[in-house]
């Protein structure tokens, strides 16, 4: 099944809302290693990867999620929540007497498979379930995900090495590699990497007994995905997928912060955080822009550059004048990477071939509101969903969002804002733009609308900030990023300066919820020198 990258996404984002809720409703519990694995457990449930049935959480064929690094249970709790094993309210009983959902998981809950108590037996638990799997003839996998900080344990080697002995190739590990347990980082605790190549180091550890290893970046989903599924398709061997992940990942107080372990957020600052979730941003290098034939080439060098989507703008010579090339070629190009692809349809008729780009691999199909109207459209949308692609509208520039968009907006994944004349990258962004997608923003707003506005044309480190602030929260970048002599330092400018507007609007978020008690809280929160460029922020606010 594909990936159904918006989906992944959406719901991931809903379920670290649903942590920084639960937990503070405690006053206890773990964010920090609930949010490091939240796109690893969020691409099982929610990606279909996992066979499983929230109706039905004792249906015999599912594959099995064990979770043995148990003090995380509030972002297993959150996933199974928006996965729909039991309502979301639920979360607000989180540690109280009685409730289901305690501070690590136990069987009372539905889609819990095992009491991740005591750290460091999941493990064995998974490869005895998986050698169960087996005697009884049985197809289902068993998926563990264990910390860095229980690999501390000598017990999860001597599973390693039962399960290396036996070739539980029905079984995938996951290790979530954040680097930090309790106290202080893993590096220092107990070196999991050492003695071996700084970062490589654990990897060469699982290959000596016996594993088959894959390393991904844990809060890809495209990626992780690819992993996983490259992992349930090997034979022989057990499959441990190292996912690389940044403990408190997405509330930048928390990133990388020990104290995040297990410290519960002020319910004072949970509408923050959930603001900043909402204010995430993606890179969409645009992969022509580069002006390279090579586009395979080119697609790796968009996921070397930190690209969080490849923007592929498809012209068919007819909506635009200049023609690139069609949906055979999108699927050969899928083979490249597993970096979502955000395909840009610049072509007439969308409704003939929208499906094919989709089914090509365009995780989010983008077709224009001057080449279609709100039957159309709603053609294209069931078409697309079909597929599990995500659902794009785009408008030129002389285009307003039509009405009808605004009607459908629940529906739609993307809008694509141009600041550009179709047709070209290179050009100049359009000034005009910046109020128009501010516009727009406002207007979706209120429509229920839970997608992402992604600005295209002429945006780079000088106004990515500005598109942000605009509402923006996908940047495609053409010839900023793939023109750029280092595209990975292009990526990082670009990021860099939204997130500078991302703290800006947190710190007003924070002045009118709370006033100046509020932001003191929360500008107090950080560290280093975010806290530094934030006392001035606030400091600007108040004056
Ligand atoms: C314009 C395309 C854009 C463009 C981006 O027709 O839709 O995606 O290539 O490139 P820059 O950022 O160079 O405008
Ligand atoms: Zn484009």
Redesign the pocket.
């Known amino acids: 099944m594909p990936p159904d990258y918006c989906r992944m996404v959406r719901d991931v984002r809903r379920a670290r809302k649903l942590v920084a809720r639960g937990t503070a409703a405690a006053g206890s519990g773990h964010p920090g290693g609930s949010f490091s694995m939240a796109e690893i457990v969020g691409v099982l449930l929610f990606g279909g990867l996992l066979r499983h049935d929230p109706g039905n959480p004792d249906w015999e064929e599912r594959d099995r999620l064990v979770l043995s690094k148990g003090h995380a249970a509030p972002g297993l709790f959150a996933s199974l929540a928006v996965a729909g094993y039991f309502d979301e309210s639920e979360m607000d009983t989180l540690r109280s007497l009685g409730s289901r959902l305690q501070g690590h998981p136990d069987l009372r809950c539905p889609g819990v498979e095992f009491c991740g108590g005591s750290l460091g037996i999941g493990l064995s638990f998974s490869v005895g379930a998986a050698l169960a799997a087996r005697l009884d003839g049985a197809a289902h996998r068993v998926y563990a995900i264990i910390g860095d900080g229980e690999t501390d344990e000598g017990q999860v080697w001597e599973a390693a090495m039962a399960a290396a002995k036996y070739g539980t190739d029905n079984l995938t590990a996951i290790l979530d590699r954040n680097c930090i347990q309790q106290d202080s980082h893993t590096e220092s605790v107990m070196p999991l990497d050492g003695p071996g190549p700084p970062g490589r180091g654990a990897a060469d550890k699982w290959r000596a007994f016996g594993w088959n290893v894959i390393e991904a970046d844990g809060h890809r989903v495209g990626q992780l995905h690819a992993a996983l599924r490259a992992a349930a398709a090997h034979r022989g061997a057990p499959t441990v997928v190292i996912a690389r992940t940044v403990k408190g990942r997405a509330v930048e107080h928390m990133e990388g912060n020990p104290k995040w372990h297990g410290k519960a957020p002020d319910p004072d600052v949970v509408p923050i955080i959930e603001a900043e979730l909402d204010c995430q941003v993606a890179v969409a290098p ?1 992969i ?2 580069g002006g390279s034939p090579d586009l395979e080439g080119e697609a790796r060098r968009c996921e070397e550059a930190g690209a969080d989507l490849v ?1 592929i ?1 498809v ?1 068919d010579g007819e909506f ?1 004048p200049a023609r690139t090339f069609g949906h055979e070629r999108v699927a050969r190009l899928r083979r490249a990477t597993a970096v979502p692809f955000d395909v ?1 349809l ?1 072509i007439a008729r969308p409704e003939k071939s929208a499906l094919l780009y989709a089914e090509a691999g365009g995780d989010v199909v983008t077709v224009h509101a001057e080449a279609c109207g709100e039957d159309t459209f709603g053609e294209i949308r069931d078409a697309l969903r079909s597929a599990r692609a995500g659902v794009g509208l785009a408008v030129s520039p002389g285009t307003e969002l039509p009405e009808w968009a605004v009607r459908a907006a629940p529906s739609i994944d993307q809008v ?1 804002v ?1 600041s ?8 100049k ?1 359009m000034e005009e733009a910046h109020g128009k997608t501010a516009r727009i923003a406002a207007r979706l707003r209120g429509a229920g609308f839970s997608g992402t506005i992604e600005a ?5 480190p000088e106004n990515a900030g500005r598109c942000f602030a605009d509402g923006a929260r996908a940047l ?8 750029a002599p280092d595209a990975r330092a292009a990526v990082g400018r670009i990021r860099e300066a939204a997130a500078a507007e991302r703290r800006r609007l947190l710190v007003r978020e924070a002045g009118r919820l709370g006033g100046p008690a509020l932001v003191e809280k929360w500008v107090g929160l950080h560290g280093g020198g975010c806290r530094a460029a934030l006392e001035v922020m606030a400091a600007a606010e108040v004056a």
């Open positions: 645009s022509t822009a923007h703008d012209m635009v840009h610049m694509i141009m550009v004349v179709p047709g070209r990258s290179g050009q962004y295209d044309g002429g945006v780079g495609a970048c053409g010839s900023s990023v793939m023109g």
